[in-house]
Each structure stands twice: as structure tokens, then as C-alpha cells.
């Protein structure tokens, strides 16, 4: 299913929002993360070094928009738990109901 240029537009504009929102989790991840009394400063460092580095290439952080592949992005930030899929309400329902689909699958 290609995407129709309402939806397209939609996710260009609610895509930094939703990925500041994810950002804003992860550092308080970070921080609980850091914060945890019950380890050596170099274990924390080392665990926040892997978790940055694996973190930073989910799509909550990254993403290379093209229109052609937008969809399975959505699927992506649904799946990884960068949004929800109340977060497509707003969306055309043939759109919900292509990533119902294949989230169901």
C-alpha cells in the first residue's frame, strides 16, 4: 500500500514529535539508569555506552523517510513502542487498517 499525501504529510509532521517524545523516555532511562546505587561507576558506564549504542538505531531516533516505505516505518515505531496505534487516529482509515493488518499478522 502506498501512502496518499494526506497521510504522508500527516507522518512528516508528527514524526519529530513523536521521536522527541521517545528521546525524552530514553533519557529517563538513562537516568534511573545512572542514578542505581547498587553499581560500580564503570558498569554503569559501560551498560549506558550499549544502550545508547543500540537505542540509537531504532526509529524512535532515527529514520529515513521515503514515502514508498512510510508505512512499514509506522509499523516500526508501533512495534518498538515509539507510538501507539491510538497515535493514528488521525490518519486515513485505510491506513489504520493496513497497519492493523500487519501488526495482527
Do not use: C
Not at 16 to 34: D, F, T, V
Not at 67 to 75: E, P
Not at 88 to 104: G, P, T, Y
Amino acid at each position: 500500500m502506498e501512502m496518499s499525501k494526506r497521510d504522508w504529510k500527516l507522518f512528516r509532521e508528527k514524526l519529530p514529535g513523536w521521536q522527541e517524545n521517545y528521546m525524552a523516555r530514553l533519557i529517563k532511562e538513562y537516568i534511573s539508569l545512572l542514578s542505581a546505587e547498587d553499581k560500580n561507576a564503570s558498569d554503569k558506564f559501560w551498560e549506558l555506552e550499549k544502550k545508547i549504542k543500540t537505542d540509537r538505531r531504532h526509529p524512535g531516533v532515527i529514520l529515513n523517510m521515503e514515502q514508498s516505505k512510510a508505512i512499514y516505518d509506522i509499523i516500526s515505531l508501533v512495534r518498538f513502542g515509539v507510538i501507539s496505534f491510538d497515535d493514528l487516529a488521525d490518519f486515513s482509515e485505510d491506513l489504520q487498517q493496513e497497519v492493523k493488518l500487519i501488526l495482527n499478522r
